[in-house]
């Protein structure tokens, strides 16, 4: 899709680049010559000649042309019913400021990363939760807005195994730079396995006083699956497996998850997390080891 977005962006580019050569040379010509006599008559039927073909055909012919190659390729990109293989959904919600992303068929949840499998159509439906926001990974397709309270839908497929960068790409907040999705394509077999290994996680809380203090603090907003419930921030399920914190603001590096829980009010002003002053530093040091070990 990005493919062919890009060869109709050349098109047009060359096209526009066509008709700006056009225009200015008729514009030098114009200044340069020697204004001619003619009569009234003479005067309206030029003018009209002009507006009937630089006003009327010459932007009537281009918007066909430019239909006629942009149209397939904008319907391509629709969710439309495919024969044979079914394309997997995932199920993509913006937040201020991140990536919620659900796979309904088998109940995983994940977020700021997105996991798909090669070589096979990718549906996505797309929504936010509070302001709008925009889904786009240049190398994959075009993009799609994310509004409240309706479900957008694009259809993807990355062609090979690798690593695409995502970017919410429209204005949402003094975060918006910092919501950045980190999109991974596998191979069949290899997705298959990352989804059967996240079905069948099993994980249990932190040791001792750290885990009531992370049931009773981080759990009302955050889920970890068979931990906490929250519903309001990222799922933490797999945190420890994911590229980056903060929805790309650090790398998940060892010790990172630390920083972040010291540090996220400076590392990102604004965002929805409170701060963690008044938790004991040793519960904060065991929380952010436990998180650190959680990955399929
Ligand atoms: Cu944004």
Known sequence: ????????????????????????????????????Q?????????????????????????????????VPIGQRM?????????????????????????????????????????????DLQVSSADVIHSFWVPRLGGKIDMIPGRDNQIRLQADQPGIYRGQCSEFCGTQHSHMILHVQSHSEDDFAAWLSARQSQQITAPPADAGETFVARCGTCHRVAGVSDGQRAPDLSDLGSRPTLGSGVLTNEPGAILTWLREHQRLKPGNA????????????????????????
């Open 78 to 122: 629709l969710p439309l019913p495919l024969l044979g293989e079914q394309p997997l959904r995932i199920e993509i919600t913006g937040h201020q400021w991140w990536w919620e992303v659900r796979y309904p068929e088998s109940g995983v949840v994940t977020a700021n990363q997105l996991h798909i499998p090669a070589g096979r159509p990718v």
């Open 38 to 70: 003619t009569t009234p008559e003479q005067a309206k039927r030029i003018t009209l000649r002009w507006i009937i073909g630089g006003g009327i055909l010459l932007p009537g012919l281009s918007i066909i042309v430019l239909l006629v190659f942009g």
């Open 1 to 36: 899709m990005a493919r062919e977005v890009a060869l109709l962006w050349w098109l047009m580019c060359g096209f526009a680049g066509l008709v700006l050569l056009v225009v200015s040379a008729l514009w030098i010509y114009a200044m340069r010559r020697t204004p001619r």
């Open 273 to 296: 997390m409170p701060l963690h002053d008044d938790i004991d530093p040793t519960h904060l040091q065991t929380i952010a080891t436990w998180l650190e070990g959680l990955e399929p």
